[in-house]
């Protein structure tokens, strides 16, 4: 099979979807790597590394696209780019479809078989190519919130682990999942006063254990996280619907009793956000302050460190894009159910519930398509 992978062009997205090991392994199994040129440069993988690894280096993302069976992705595809795609490719990337009505109807046009990581989900229902990112993500937010506490940077002058005799700062994380736990680790590690809020008893169970009572948890109710928010100094929202829209549990009311200075950092954004008024920035310019307190809210927040992001994405990736190559995706898919739910956009339909109820709109049974392909 011939894959390509394009240089990322969201802003300061210095990911790129393959390591050079990662091209070696692929190249040895018989399939054509297609680099474009500078893709990996951002994540210290220089074209001349993908050529050692057996990739033909590519100057013109046009000519790419064109000559593309699968494109392998970081993130979803932009405006500048919908043209490029053509009938019956596949593209494998974080989509987030459901955020994004724009770039579904583009996919659905275009006849593109769109297969997302966010949407890849193993029998126990884990989300095994989204973890990755989790985890990254939600350390990055507690390493984003302590530097924006920082008077020089609007924040209220607050170092987040404190010092002997002075408190530490009160982070409320909402949601124990991968970015919320990841988030707990580090603030905990830097010393501040942490709370966890979630829905599943068994999770706040799970958490209190595997942090042996160190962090608060607290059911998260509207009541409760009202009452969380207003004493917090950084807010982690880090809520999360496999392939749906996030509901805004922390409302703009909430907010407004935050103290001035105070951080909010919403990892949820590329999926609509989890923070009432949030919306999404770049690294170029990250926060904006709303009723007093400072709102990060970076889309893609793992492209900051890249290359830690592009090794760990690789590492999950690869083992799926091997079976996409190997084995084509109906056949892939036959074989692979956690495989086949990562399936979005195919022929023009959308397979994933979650996206099509974002725009209510109907969506096909990702188990009666794998019926007509046996």
């Known amino acids: 099979m011939i894959i390509a992978v394009p240089k990322e062009i969201k802003n300061n997205e210095n990911r790129v979807a393959l390591t050079a090991a990662g091209t070696e392994i692929l190249k040895k199994a018989g399939h054509q790597i297609l680099i474009e040129k500078n893709a990996g440069q951002g994540s210290g993988i220089s074209d001349q590394d993908y050529n050692k690894a057996g990739a033909e280096i590519v100057n013109n993302k046009k000519e790419l696209f064109d000559r593309a069976e699968m494109i392998i992705k970081v993130k979803e595809p932009l405006q500048e780019e919908y ?27 275009k006849g593109v078989t769109a297969v997302a990581y966010e949407t890849v989900q193993s029998e126990d229902g884990e989300l095994p190519l989204l973890t990755p990112m989790s985890e990254v993500a939600g350390r990055l937010s507690v390493q984003a919130a302590a530097a924006f506490l920082e008077k020089p940077k609007g924040g209220s002058g607050m170092l987040l682990g404190g010092v002997p005799g002075v408190k530490p700062a009160k982070v409320v994380v909402i949601g124990g999942g991968i970015v919320g736990r990841n988030a707990a680790k580090i603030a ?83 999926q609509g956000g989890c923070i009432e008024g949030t919306y999404p920035t770049t690294h170029d310019n990250p926060v904006f302050t709303k009723y007093g307190v400072i709102h990060y809210s970076v889309a893609n927040m793992p492209g900051a460190v890249a290359r830690t992001s592009t090794f760990a994405l690789t590492n999950a990736t690869l083992s799926y894009i091997k079976k996409l190559a190997a084995h084509g995706y109906k056949e892939a898919m036959l074989n692979d159910y956690s495989l086949a739910k990562g399936l979005n956009i195919y022929q023009g339909e959308i397979f994933c519930q979650a996206v099509a109820e974002s725009f209510g709109q109907e969506y096909r049974s990702i188990d009666n398509l794998l019926k007509s392909w046996q």
């Open 188 to 270: 905990l590690g830097m010393g501040a006063d942490v709370t966890i809020m979630d829905i599943k008893q068994s999770t706040m169970r799970y958490i209190d254990d595997i942090f042996q009572g160190q962090i608060k948890t607290i059911m998260s109710n509207n009541a409760h996280v009202a009452e969380e928010v207003s004493q917090a100094d950084v807010v982690i929202g880090a809520v999360l619907i496999p392939g749906a829209k996030a509901p805004n549990l922390v409302t703009e009311k909430m907010i407004k009793t935050m103290t001035d200075g105070s951080v909010v950092v919403d990892v949820a954004i590329d």
């Open 83 to 109: 043209d490029l795609f053509k009938k019956d490719q596949i593209l494998f990337t974080y989509l987030h479809l459901a955020a994004d009505k724009k770039l579904t109807e583009a996919l659905k046009k």
